[in-house]
């Protein structure tokens, strides 16, 4: 009876101590949000290096590009007007679909560039997993010093801006960039209908 006491409270023992180092293990710091987006950004542009470099082989990313005024014909208005829109995906949405993966779950990043008059804007929007992560925008106009915007996103909602903006002032607005992040979404879709 004393050795059957004996094991029951080793056994007790031990699924304490293994419980114990499977909290222990679990208990880790969670990842750094704004460092795994950087990680995934700089993984997707040396995709993308070797796509532009290794024409026809792939790097496991395809680009569909759109343009608009492609031929540079003076635009109402504004003059000089041309605008590009780069979708880079791993796959198509259909093949996806078949996957019971997300359609856009294949779109990692668009990148677009703007030229109205003497400004000329390059934007970027990082996907991961068909959610947007990531944004970066880039304009100049004529000798001004250029302005740069960097948001981070998780989840949906705004996690880190760079650089921070004044009090009163939004160089970028997060919930503008989502909605152009869904319109270029859409477009993308659009593209394989």
Do not use: H
Not at 22 to 49: C, F, H, M, Q
Not at 105 to 123: D, F, H, I, M, P
Not at 137 to 166: M, S, T, V
Request: aromatic residues 10%; contains cysteine.
């Amino acid at each position: 009876m004393k050795a059957g006491r004996r094991r029951e409270r080793t056994v007790a023992g031990l699924c304490l101590l293994l419980g114990l180092l499977e909290w222990a293990g679990s208990a880790r710091p969670a990842e750094d949000p704004i460092a795994a987006i950087r990680a995934l950004y700089t993984r997707t542009n040396e995709s993308v290096r070797i796509a532009r470099e290794k024409r026809g082989e792939g790097g496991g990313l395809y680009a569909t590009e759109v343009s608009v005024n492609s031929l540079d014909g003076p635009w109402r208005a504004v003059g000089n007007y041309a605008r590009k829109a780069t979708f880079w995906f791993s796959d198509q949405p259909e093949f996806a679909r078949m996957e019971n993966r997300e359609e856009l779950s294949v779109l990692v990043k668009v990148e677009v560039q703007t030229t109205a008059a003497v400004r000329t804007t390059q934007e970027e929007f990082l996907f991961d997993g068909g959610t947007l992560v990531f944004y970066y925008r880039r304009a100049k106009a004529g000798q001004e010093a250029a302005e740069e915007d960097r948001l981070y996103f998780q989840g949906g909602r705004l996690i880190r801006r760079i650089p921070d903006p004044p009090a009163g002032e939004d160089p970028a607005d997060a919930a503008a960039v989502q909605g152009s992040a869904r319109a270029l979404q859409n477009l993308f879709l659009a593209t394989f209908e």
